[in-house]
């Protein structure tokens, strides 16, 4: 308890202070720079939003460059393959844009909203301390740290392998492909910002539930030892306590032991049990010490015996049952506006992630059929490359997906950890309590999802994963459709040139001439 008192509540967003400083950096956030560093916290900027709008429209502009300067390829493209062909590479090329975009739109959007988010966050690990459960955070940096270090590694990666295989990096104007890892980019470091909050939250779920279940498991040791004291069995208890105690010594035994002797059932008759409270929370004993101080005013360490909190005052019980509800509810309410403030660069993220998957797969497959494919998909043309960046974007996709989902199963628990504790007290006041807050827990549940769409769990990856490729077969089908049209076009041209005469003045007639003058008899 004493160890509990001294802990103090530490904002979670001192944690995300380099994450912070690379998105300031980079003009993905809008935020006050100088009141992070002094207080932790998240305040709006007119200049942040500046700078944010500016790297916007640079952006912008030097993405189009990039795409203006391949733009070759792309009518290329258009002439030799199918328009779905063209009509796809256009539309990917411009929908990672579009998702930068939309995440920096979002965050010029939510400035107040998400510093009160983290605030909330705050209030509640106060609030938790309070009742003895202190959040431990200090894993998050690391966390945070590798995060970063992996999309740095991917992007880099991608980018350099490209550029070094698959780019013509003779002339300067190749320079402008570092641009085409921007939108990507820029989208990792806003998602690293949501799974790690919406981690915390499943954190402080987590906490809750283990507090409800220590208090089950407390009873059930509280139990166990009642019911191995009351056999003689398991439990070794001191020497003194199993032998027959006489009333007329009980004024020295208190003098000894500083104990009141208990005449108890359990216990048979005469026989001392200890008194049932400890300062020991966790119900562990202690071995007796060899040496006790001659004067010593403290009972003798082995006075500790197990309790349990729902064997104590039902109303005691009662309140921190209520409190730990009201944490529940006040998380999910936070869970609630996370879902709300990422809902959009969810959604794009999540169609992106789809699109460019099956669009990945189809140019790899364009690729090995000696097919030209659009010049910022040119990363389709190498397999390692091509696994690697799939790798990498279904890595963030499916990562968000689990976290939401395992983040709703937590809050979840909590309903059925609740019942445990009404169950093992075995007291019709306590469970009519438990019956009462569970339905509160009922209606107060958290499920995450892309702006209402579609809900982020593992039934909707599976669907994704079989959309993906019943989509990749259609692709296909349409190709070799059209490639087996174009192949016919082609030869019936070849076998139309070779059925055309020459006059001897170098003069052709036309293939309905030939054929009419061939087969069709003269009048």
């Known amino acids: 308890m004493k160890k509990m008192a001294q802990q103090t509540v530490q904002p979670i967003l001192v944690h995300f202070g380099n994450l912070f400083l690379f998105c300031k950096i980079l003009g993905l956030y809008p935020h006050d720079l100088q009141a992070f560093r002094r207080t932790h916290t998240l305040q709006s900027s007119r200049i942040g939003t500046f700078l944010v709008v500016v790297t916007m429209i640079v952006v912008v502009i030097f993405y189009n460059l990039l795409i203006y300067s391949f733009s070759e390829e792309d009518r290329d493209l258009k002439a030799t393959q199918s328009t779905l062909t063209f009509v796809i590479g256009i539309f990917l090329t411009y929908i990672g844009l579009g998702m930068m975009l939309t995440d ?56 350099l392998s490209t550029y070094i295989m698959l780019v013509d990096h003779s002339e300067w104007i190749s320079l402008l492909w570092i641009f085409s890892c921007f939108p990507t980019f820029y989208n990792s470091l806003d998602k690293i910002w949501f799974a790690m909050t919406l981690s915390a ?25 009642m019911e191995n004291g009351a056999d003689g069995s398991a439990l070794k ?87 730990l ?32 998957f099956t669009a990945q797969l189809y140019f790899l497959y364009c690729a090995t059929q000696n097919q030209v494919i659009p010049s910022l998909f040119r990363s389709a043309k190498n397999a390692i490359i091509t696994t690697i960046y799939l790798s990498y974007t279904a890595g963030k996709c499916i990562y968000l997906i689990y976290l939401s989902w395992k983040t709703s199963l937590e809050s979840k628990r909590t309903g059925i950890c609740l019942h445990k504790c009404g169950v093992v007290a075995d007291n019709n006041l306590l469970y009519e309590i438990v019956n009462h807050l569970s339905l509160k827990l009922l209606n107060h549940s958290v499920d995450f999802s892309a ?11 599976y669907g994704v994963s079989g959309g993906i490729t019943s989509y990749l077969i259609i692709l296909i089908q349409f190709n070799l459709a059209a490639q087996q049209a174009k192949d016919a076009i082609h030869n019936y041209d070849d076998e139309s040139d070779s059925l055309v005469p020459t006059t001897a003045e170098g003069n052709t007639t036309t293939f309905l001439d030939f054929f009419t003058t061939t087969f069709m008899p003269t009048a």
């Open 325 to 356: 509800c009201q944490l529940h509810d006040e998380i999910c309410e936070i869970g609630k506006v996370l879902n709300e403030l990422w809902s959009y660069p969810i959604l794009v993220l999540m169609a992106y992630g789809f699109l460019i």
């Open 104 to 159: 920096q739109c979002s965050a010029l959007r939510n400035q107040s909203k998400i510093g009160e988010l983290y605030e909330r966050i705050r209030a509640v690990d106060e609030n938790l301390l309070r009742e003895n459960i202190f959040v431990d955070i200090s894993a998050t940096s690391k966390r945070i740290f590798i995060m970063i270090a992996l999309t740095v590694v991917c992007e880099l990666t991608i980018l």
């Open 451 to 461: 702006c209402g769409f579609f809900t982020l769990d593992m039934e909707t990856l």
């Open 201 to 225: 939250l499943r954190q402080r779920f987590f906490m809750i539930n283990s507090a409800l279940e220590e208090m089950v498991e407390s009873h059930e040791r509280l139990q166990r030892w």
């Open 237 to 323: 208890k001191p020497s003194f306590t199993n032998v027959p105690f006489d009333p007329s010594l009980e004024y020295l035994y208190k003098e000894l032991t500083h104990m009141e002797p208990v005449k108890s059932f359990n216990y048979g008759k005469n026989r001392i049990s200890p008194i049932a409270h400890s300062l020991n929370s966790f119900g562990e004993g202690f071995e007796t010490p060899k040496k006790q101080p001659k004067q010593s005013s403290q009972p003798p360490p082995f006075n500790m015996v197990y309790e349990s909190e729902l064997n104590g005052d039902i109303q005691k019980v009662e309140e921190k049952l209520n409190n």
